[in-house]
């Protein structure tokens, strides 16, 4: 028989960059400024993101296009997977993502894709502790405090699942 449950979780909704806490909004103008770096000539679409480190580091990526579609890495990863190369061991305490089409700023907050939510929780996993997420439009900011809301049923490795 069946059981039915039930997933669901909170999240922060801000209506300014202005109106967030202090760290959150340092980092949510870091990812805005890491859109100029975006290589996106094909879809137009830039997204910027920024990771902050236990360490006070912050590290910048942003989607990197190819005409060799889809050769591309989203700017999550980008930022992710430098974060982890150069300051290996270090949690990820928060990340924040933004994007524009055509050099205009997005009015919603931009979502990241699959693979990059996959990336995200493993990236949580290693830092053994849930990091916040902060989405940003123009219109409005949502936050999350914790990866895994993004992607409740993820992948995990088989030596997880055996635990």
């Known amino acids: 028989m069946a059981k039915s449950k039930e997933l669901s979780f909170q999240y922060k909704e801000f209506e300014r960059i202005?109106?967030?806490?202090?760290?959150?909004?340092?980092?949510?103008?870091?990812?805005?400024?890491?859109?100029?770096?975006?290589?996106?000539?094909y879809s137009e679409f830039a997204v910027g993101a920024a990771v902050l480190l236990d360490n006070s580091e912050i590290v910048l990526g942003s989607n990197q296009e190819n005409g060799a579609y889809p050769s591309g890495l989203c700017a999550e990863r980008?930022?992710?997977?430098?974060?982890?190369?150069?300051?290996p061991g270090v949690?990820?305490?928060?990340?924040?993502?933004a994007a524009s089409f055509k050099g205009t700023p997005i009015a919603e907050p931009v979502s990241p894709c699959g693979a990059c939510r996959q990336v995200m929780i493993e990236t949580q996993n290693l830092g053994g502790r849930p990091y916040t997420i902060v989405m940003v439009g123009e219109k409005r900011i949502i936050v999350l405090e914790d990866a895994k809301f993004l992607l409740p049923f993820t992948f995990s490795s088989v030596k997880e699942a055996t635990k």
């Open 18 to 41: 202005e109106d967030l806490p202090l760290e959150l909004k340092d980092l949510a103008k870091k990812a805005k400024e890491a859109l100029t770096t975006s290589y996106s000539p």
């Open 78 to 87: 980008v930022a992710l997977f430098y974060a982890g190369s150069q300051f």
């Open 91 to 97: 949690a990820v305490k928060a990340m924040a993502v």
